[in-house]
């Protein structure tokens, strides 16, 4: 169940490095159907609020654990969405329970290596997914999936328990459809959940 947040106790966040309309909305709405809070204030193509007012915002919700979107608006430099990702993640009164990682076509990055992905299909897989949620690489005996989006290098700077890879949120063809539920993003913050033991819904 989530629980009341209390002074003392840090706050339970996932990350999820989109942010632009069509996530906010496939967030939002899987965060209502999952009993999560979500700081919607934190989307934006690029992310429009520091870290700084996130973690403030973070501490004003009466429950966790939230979700909050990042976005670098393609940029492969460390933009907007990752600063503020970086100074979230790393702050004392924060607890990172995972990140969704985001496919998209931007070049010249590191990725991330992702614990497991889900494709567009619905399924958990242990290879790279790309921005249609479609399997990109076969897996290398003893490798982990990596996933490569304008938002996800600076995963790797801070340390995240869990980091479930996804296509773009609430597209893929359709496949994640918010008329769907987004059903392959709703998994993937299912999968964190259930690997941080926490029960929901």
Known sequence: MTKPQESTNKIRVILVTDGDRVAQHAVENIGASLGLRCISASAGNPTPISGKTIVELLKTVPFDPVLVMFDDKGHKEKAEGERALEYV?????????????????????????????????????????????????????????????????????????????????????????????????????????KRSGISYG
């Open 89 to 193: 993640a790393s702050h004392p009164d924060i607890e990172v329970l995972g990140a969704v990682a985001v496919a998209s076509n931007t070049t010249g990055i590191d990725g991330v290596q992702a614990d497991a992905c889900v494709d567009c299909q619905g399924h958990m897989t242990d290879v790279s997914v790309d921005k249609k949620g479609e399997v990109k690489t076969l897996k290398e005996c003893g490798c982990k999936p990596v996933i490569t989006g304008d938002t996800v290098d600076v995963l790797n700077d801070v340390e995240i328990p869990v980091i479930i890879g996804v296509g773009d949120i609430g597209k893929m063809d359709k496949h994640d459809d918010l008329s769907r539920g987004a059903p392959i993003t709703r998994k993937a913050i299912e999968e964190i959940l």
